[in-house]
């Protein structure tokens, strides 16, 4: 299907008229379907790992590609889609969450190849990264209220995890870091959530599981050219 095309109205310049313009749309299908996925799928795995469900000592190593490629790659092209799709939230969200994933699964392929000693106990290195990593996901919390209730669940459960583990890995003291384990694979399953209903969404052309929308997106939705034009549509 050819992309649409607006025509606007030919204008005059003095005596001369001037060509119409063409503004050339290229609809996207919503990046945090996407994004959401690659989250909830690599921070479920982690998480575990971390609250002590499975594994052990060495198992970071064996999820760090895939955490690496699906959380860090597949969600850091969710993020500059969003991008294009004029979505500041996703954008930030899935960019640096995307760009973390992807540093996780390089450190730990350090870590396999013994050119960096795996630290015993206490892990400050880490622990300062999940201070920064949690500021800005308690900031897109507080923006994501202005979108709907299961986004903003999703961000408060990892923004909460973030500051728990960040506790744990500075302290050195592993009930803290198992709390944020917890945390996140709260935020996972809700991630899971919020993914589906997107994509549901999106296929039926309605709301099938509800997201618990704002009145300002619901408005805004009224007013919305077609499906995450740039610069038509705020594509979640």
């Not at 609250?51 to 860090?72: C, I, K, N």
């Not at 919020?194 to 052309?205: I, P, Q």
């Amino acid at each position: 299907m050819p992309n649409p095309v607006i025509r606007m109205p030919t204008q005059t310049s003095g005596t001369e008229p001037v060509a119409p313009a063409e503004v050339l749309l290229q609809p996207i299908a919503a990046p945090s379907i996407l994004g959401l996925y690659g989250f909830s799928a690599a921070t479920f795995m982690v998480a575990a790992n971390i609250a002590h469900w499975y594994g052990s000592s060495t198992t970071a190593l064996y999820l760090a590609p895939f955490a690496a490629a699906f959380g860090g790659l597949a969600q850091f092209l969710a993020g500059m889609w969003a991008f294009k799709a004029r979505d500041g939230l996703a954008t930030a969200m899935h960019g640096m969450w995307g760009s973390f994933w992807i540093a996780y699964g390089i450190l730990n392929l350090l870590f396999a190849t013994h050119s960096l000693a795996v630290p015993q106990g206490a892990f400050p290195a880490l622990g300062f990264w999940f201070i920064g990593l949690a500021a800005i996901t308690w900031a897109g919390t507080a923006a994501a209220t202005a979108e709907n209730k299961a986004l903003t669940s999703v961000l408060a459960f990892l923004a909460l995890g973030s500051t728990l583990f960040a506790i744990g890995q500075i302290t050195g003291y592993d009930g803290i870091s198992v709390a944020g384990g917890w945390s996140f694979i709260i935020s996972a399953i809700l991630a899971w959530y919020t993914a589906s209903a997107l994509m549901l969404e999106g296929t039926f052309g309605r709301s099938v599981w509800p997201v618990g929308k704002t009145e300002r997106a619901r408005q805004s939705a009224a007013f919305n050219f077609g499906l995450g034009e740039p610069g038509v549509k705020h594509g979640q």
